[in-house]
């Protein structure tokens, strides 16, 4: 067991909810409210939010000022907001990992029966996420979302995700099409690699910047994305990466290395770049320094970019109902 689930486990009992290990989600009941626990970040796997369904007895939402009287109230609660029946208040406590770790223990009980409590003390009901129905609801988790149920909307949103799916499947990836986008969203990224350098720094960010434009471009144009238009993409990143970084040492070549004087035009500079080189008008180490550093920046800000939207991939069409694949019960109820 790693630390995390540990910790996890440990939690879900302290506050007589249950842990489902497979979605990483405390869950269970408080007082006939279905909840989910969560962090939004997994990088901030301790920065915990509260997920609840209730419906108001008017019907309106709770205001900013209603919130914050809540966290006011208790000092476990952190920023709150209802969108429908959603309810999602956070978990207070320190930007400190383990600090906020060990307290967690005692805050998180405390948080949800202050949750329970303000929304009993204002009439509140359990509901449906949808619906709004007060029937028995189960919590559910698709493409990043959580629900809280009743059995006719669970059928309804699987039914239509289902037929969403389809459609996604029956349209037919156009490969060259996707190249085109892939190609057209890269220009994004050189722009930005050019900007930057000229700007004087070499950012992390022109990389995230590369792999969105480059992945959203395929999919736009390609139809779709799939494992090869992903493969693809990241080939063309790195040839892309390479252009940028050519078209920056091109303009500098053209206006600081005596290129205009010379009577060369940009495109010309470009061309020119390997023979600049040669020549030691360019520092051979400064161009392959400047050149690694971008890809490591491009590493930086792609890889996270492309898994995620690997995850996106996998998480789309998907609804699990939490607690439902093989976990553990970590309360006794
Ligand atoms: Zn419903």
Redesign the pocket.
């Known amino acids: 067991m790693s630390k995390l689930t540990d910790v996890y486990s440990q939690l879900a009992a302290s506050a007589g909810m249950r842990y489902d290990q497979v979605n990483n989600v405390i869950y269970g009941q408080k007082d006939g409210f279905d909840m989910v626990v969560y962090a939004e970040d997994s990088q901030a796997p301790y920065a915990l939010t509260i997920h609840t369904a209730a419906k108001t007895p008017t019907g309106a939402a709770f205001t900013k000022d209603e919130f914050k009287e809540l966290s006011k109230t208790v000092d476990a609660l952190g920023v709150g907001k209802q969108e429908g029946n959603h309810i999602t208040v956070s978990v207070v406590g320190s930007i400190n990992q383990k600090k906020l770790r060990d307290s967690l223990g005692s805050k998180l009980p405390e948080a949800m029966n202050g949750l329970v409590s303000f929304l009993r003390n204002r009439g509140c009901q359990p509901?449906?996420?949808?619906?709004?129905?007060p029937?028995d609801?189960s919590a559910y988790v698709s493409a990043g979302s959580y629900f809280h149920?009743?059995?006719?909307?669970?059928a309804?949103m699987r039914g239509n995700l289902a037929v969403e799916e389809q459609k996604k499947a029956q349209k037919k990836e156009n490969v060259a099409g996707g190249i085109v986008g892939a190609l057209l969203g890269s220009l994004v990224g050189v722009l930005c690699i050019v900007l930057f350098s000229q700007l004087g720094y070499v950012a992390a960010l022109s990389g995230a910047i590369m792999a969105v434009g480059v992945l959203k471009g395929y999919e736009l144009l390609g139809g779709r994305l799939t494992k090869k238009g992903i493969v693809i993409s990241i080939v063309i990143m790195l040839i892309m990466t390479y252009v940028g970084d050519r078209i920056d040492t091109a303009i500098l070549l053209w206006r600081d290395g005596g290129g205009a004087d010379a009577g060369y035009n940009l495109f010309e500079c470009y061309r020119l770049v390997p023979f600049a080189i040669e020549q030691g008008a360019m520092e051979m180490s400064v161009y392959i320094g400047n050149l690694a550093l971008l890809y490591v920046f491009l590493l930086l800000g792609a890889v996270p970019t492309v898994i995620s939207k690997v995850k996106e991939k996998r998480e789309e069409g998907r609804m699990v109902k939490i607690g439902s694949a093989l976990g553990f019960n970590s309360s006794s109820n």
């Not at 509901?127 to 129905?133: A, L, T, V």
């Not at 149920?149 to 669970?154: A, H, M, Q, T």
């Open positions: 509901c449906c996420s949808i619906c709004g129905q029937e609801v149920l009743c059995s006719g909307c669970e309804n």
